[in-house]
């Protein structure tokens, strides 16, 4: 097809859900995507955090080349061997458990929610509380718990029970916690909500509050998870673990998961016909997602975020003191946030003009999350591009004025 037949199409046939900007990809490979004209990008925010390993990593590749022309969906009702040995290798990284397979982190936390209702049931209590400038998906149980009503506007009525306070409060969450509270969920680094990182002290407090209060501790690590942060899990930089875990994104490396973990002393609330996913945890998906962990194992990834996610975001502060219009760079690992007092559009539009594949969320924040495979050279690429930009917009804000 013709580039203008796509557009043209896609105006005609695909519901407009989606800001869209004029790429049309054909191919990736690691760091890069090429177009239809055959132009090469730098991805520095693949798939928003699903190609953490890069794109079409060979080990994954290999995985479903293997297991497409063997059997691709089997029901839930019988049993095949890729499902229970991605579980393991889960549990392995987590902590001891049980798993819930969906196809999406929103389909993971409506298992949450769900599970944490049954779970309050015999002691009448329902609500969860989640946090300001959260994002937990777009169905209405997951957008009700999102902290954020740009995203809620025209959906209601939401469904009740959700709080919503403060992120990094701790008096804030203490105040909301009453006698209907059950669960309190929240992402130890707000990704939609502009890379915002929780304190240690702060989640320990809610760790021992809920040890307290018999309230389930909901971590939300769809996009910290599968080594964002330098860890496989990002609640392992805690030293504290959750009573359930939401994963998704990244697990199945390039192809779509989603994944409830709970931990075993509770697992056994769930009984068969309370919840369901019909392409849930397929061979052909867990046989990708096992790839995905052998990727980061065999290509030594979590050491090689420990080590660029600091050189990154040690050039981005150089960048703060030359450019007046960034006022803040914040991260954990190689998911990192820069953040502007001018409008993030035209950085981020001026990237991609230049071949340079980034984030822009919160109106005037720069996403960066590159794979855990990039490279010292990949980077300086990306920063060389990304300061050429700033220079271009910096002097045409000056000439505004």
């Known amino acids: 097809m013709k580039k203008n037949d796509i557009l043209k199409d896609y105006d005609n046939y695909i519901l407009s859900t989606y800001s869209r900007i004029p790429g049309i990809f054909v191919k990736g490979k690691g760091m890069d995507l090429f177009d239809i004209d055959g132009k090469k990008y730098l991805d520095f925010f693949p798939g928003w955090g699903v190609n953490n390993i890069g794109h079409c990593h060979p080990k994954v590749m290999a995985g479903v080349r293997d297991q497409v022309s063997k059997l691709i969906h089997v029901p839930n009702n019988f049993y095949h061997p890729n499902q229970v040995k991605l579980a393991k290798e889960i549990i392995r990284h987590a902590f001891p458990g049980k798993v819930f397979f969906g196809n999406s982190g929103a389909e993971a936390c409506e298992a949450a929610i769900k599970f944490s209702r049954l779970y309050g049931k015999n002691s009448g209590r329902h609500e ?18 999102t902290g954020q009503e740009k995203y809620q506007q ?19 969450l203490k105040s909301a916690v009453g006698p209907k509270t059950i669960a309190i969920m929240l992402e130890l680094v707000q990704g939609e909500g502009g890379i915002n990182i929780a ?79 019909t392409f849930g945890g397929s061979p052909l998906v867990c046989k990708a997602a096992l790839g995905a962990f052998k990727a980061i194992a065999a290509d030594k990834m979590l ?14 502060n150089k960048l703060k003191e030359k450019f007046s219009c960034i006022t803040d760079v914040r991260g954990l690992g190689l998911m990192i946030g820069v953040q502007l007092n001018i409008e993030g559009k035209i950085v981020f539009e001026e990237c991609f003009n230049n071949g340079l594949i980034i984030n822009c969320t919160q109106g005037n924040i720069l996403r960066l999350m590159p794979a855990l495979t990039v490279t010292r050279k990949e980077a300086n690429k990306a920063l060389h591009i990304l300061t050429k930009v700033l220079e271009n917009v910096s002097a045409k804000e000056q000439n505004k004025s």
């Open 303 to 316: 050491k090689n975020v420990k080590v660029m996610g600091p050189y990154i975001m040690d050039e981005l």
């Open 154 to 172: 025209g959906f209601h009525p939401l469904p009740e029970g959700f709080k919503c306070v403060a992120f990094n409060d701790i008096a804030a």
């Open 128 to 145: 969860i509380i989640t946090m300001k400038n959260s994002f937990h998906g777009r169905t209405l149980g997951a957008l009700a718990a």
């Open 199 to 277: 304190g240690k002290d702060y989640i320990a407090q809610i760790r021992e509050l809920c040890d307290q209060k018999d309230i389930l501790l909901i971590f939300d690590e769809v996009q910290t998870g599968m080594g964002r942060t330098g860890t496989m899990f990002a609640f392992e930089q805690y030293s504290i673990k959750p009573d359930l875990m939401m994963l998704a994104k990244s697990l199945g490396g390039g192809l779509p998961i989603g994944v409830l973990v709970v931990k075993k002393s509770i697992a056994d609330i769930f009984k068969p016909g309370m919840h369901a996913s």
